[in-house]
C-alpha cells in the first residue's frame, strides 16, 4: 500500500491546471457533490435586496448546474456561463431549458447593463479579480448584486478536522486548524476594494452513503490531478478511517456556505 507515512507528499497541481480539470469528471461531479441549502437562497435574497423571482440572474462557472438549478427553481432568469466543455455537456443533459453560453469570469459573453444578479457557487477563486471584477461591474445594471458563495467544511467537527489533516498532509501542506477555521474570503474575493461585501456563513449538513463521501472528496481538482494509484491508496485509507466514525457506512458531511454579497452603486 502506497501509505501517506511512507511516501513523498503529493504535489499540489498548478491552479490553471486545476481550474480545467473537473471536464474530464463531470459525471461524478454531478453525481457526489453537495449542493446548497435553502437558507443560503434565503440569505442571498436579503442581502441583495430582491426577490430571485424573476431576476435576470448569470451564474458564471455555473458547471454541472448545481447552483443554476436552484436559482432556476426560485424563479430567476437563468444564463449560465461555464469555460469547460465537459461540465458544459453535464450542465445541458442535466438543465435543458437554462440558457448555457461558454466563457468565463474574466471576460464574460454577456451584454453591459444585463444582470440584476451575477453569481459563482465555488467558482470566484478560479478568476483574476483584476479582471473578473471590472467585468461584473460591466455587466451588473446599477443596483445589482455579485455574489460568491463556498461550501467549506465545518473543521470545527472533529472528524472533518482530523480528515482535512490527512488530505493537508497528503498535498504536503501543513495548514493549522485554527487559520482553516478562521478563513475569510472577503479581502481576497476583491483585493482592490471596490466592492463592498456583505457576509454571512450558513451552516448545514447532509447524510450520505461513504462511498458518495469519498467520490465528492475525489472530484476536487487537487484529486482529479492526482496520480490514479496515489489517489487510490488515500481513499482506501480515508475508507478505513472514516468506517472508524461512521460504523454503518452512512457520513454526516457538515459544511459552511460562506456567501458573500455587494450591491453595486
Ligand atoms: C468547483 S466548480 C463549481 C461548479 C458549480 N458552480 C457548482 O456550484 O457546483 C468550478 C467551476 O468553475 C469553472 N471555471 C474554471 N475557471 C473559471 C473562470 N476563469 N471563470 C469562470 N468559471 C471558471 C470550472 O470549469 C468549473 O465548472
Known sequence: MVGM?????????????????????????????????????DALEELSGRPLAGARAVDVGAGTGIASRLLHERGARVLAVEPGAGMAAEFRRALPDVPLVRGDGNALPVADAHADLITYAQAWHWTDPARSVPEALRVLRPGGALALWWNVDAVDVDWISEAADRAGRFFGLAIP???????????????????AFERRVVRWSRRVP????LANIASHSAFLLTPQDDRTAFMAEERAHLLKVFPDGVVEETYDVQLLVAVTP
Open 177 to 195: 486548524a485554527e487559520k482553516r477555521k478562521a478563513a475569510d474570503r472577503t479581502e481576497l474575493a476583491d483585493p482592490s476594494g471596490r466592492l
Open 5 to 41: 507515512t511512507t511516501r513523498e507528499a503529493a504535489q499540489l497541481p498548478p491552479a490553471s491546471a486545476r481550474a480545467h480539470s473537473f471536464n474530464a469528471a463531470a459525471a461524478q461531479y454531478a453525481a457526489n457533490r453537495p449542493s446548497y441549502p435553502p437558507a443560503l437562497l
Open 210 to 213: 461513504l462511498d458518495v463521501h
